[in-house]
């Protein structure tokens, strides 16, 4: 696959403007375009008087991971998931930790080529249990995300979507139909840091989640990453962790990451581990019963605890899993309390193993 052209893909989320421009409808950035422009999103063009795909079936790179870098603790823990992205992003954070991919706008990242057949075909290959679309925001590749998630259902491998949840209602309509898992990176709990730090809104994310707790059945975990000064205050994590509780439930996994200084913020001091274990116990006191702290080794802030009777469910040190207290049907094997989730009988093994892929 030389030839550019072979990567361009009709969209269906867009329409003409009085002006004879074409806005994007896929996220709520509306993108306004002339042909021949690009969105912001560097992957979504005008070229003929639509919107089209550039990038389908082109990626950054496949690597095969544990699903708990996901970071997924409650989705087939121990098993191995093939990831990859493409390039771009329809967000513009400044503390990117994927800046290299999603904020390329060179062709040359990438690298690697695979059809959704032979994405599907590799996966099952490499006995993954699942393929995650990753490294940049799904969103963005829509059609071609799709594609992959239906050629692997066919091979009964499920597909995990990791996103900032920044979609039209539309389109996120299609695109969950075809997801079996999410993790939703829920940047921060204030309309002004997604203003200024992200260029984007809060409220549209928000709505992800109630539609994903509401009308669908995909498994989805939520990530918030925390930045010194910026998003980490007691007052915002409070306010954060009282909405999940108010209105998607004590059972949605939360996870606290660490920052490390990237991107255009360079000038901000990692996060420190005190800062996720605060966070951590100011969620927990709110009602959420699985919250985690990850980006740091912390083996109590990683680990799967009984909400019930305290057992230790799953016991993880970084992505390898130790202790297993699951029964076959995921429950407590000391109460018997389900621990809510996508279980199989038995904890996958591939611990933390990284092993990148090459397709063409």
Known sequence: MSNTVQYIANTRYWHTLDDGRVQCD???????????????????????????????GRSSGFCVDPIEKKPLNHF???????????????????FCQNWDISKSRQMDTLADA?????????????????????????????????????????????SVAVTAGYVCAEPRREFYRYMDAANVDLKAFSEKFYRHITGGQLQPVLETLLYLKQETRVWFEITNLLIPGENDSEKEIDAMSQWIMSHLG??????????????????????????LTRSRDIARANGLRYVYTGNVHDIAGGSTLCYKCGELLIARDWYVLGTWQLNAEGACAKCATVCPGVFEKEAGTWGAKRLPVRLS
């Open 114 to 158: 695979a059809s959704p057949e032979k994405l599907a075909t590799v996966a099952a290959q490499l006995a993954c249990r699942s393929i995650a679309f990753t490294y940049n925001d799904p969103v963005i590749f829509h059609e071609y995300a799709i594609d992959v998630a239906e050629a692997c259902r066919a091979k009964g491998i499920r």
């Open 76 to 94: 087939l823990p121990g098993t191995p998931v093939l990831s990859f992205g493409t390039a771009g992003c329809n967000l513009a954070c400044k």
């Open 250 to 275: 004590p059972d949605v996994p939360l996870h606290f990451t660490a920052f490390h200084p990237d991107w255009k913020m360079r000038d901000k001091a990692g996060t420190a581990a005190g800062v």
């Open 26 to 56: 896929m996220c709520p950035r509306a993108c306004k375009l002339h042909e021949g422009q690009q969105g912001l999103c560097f992957v979504r063009a005008c070229e003929q008087g639509k919107i089209v795909l550039t990038t389908y």
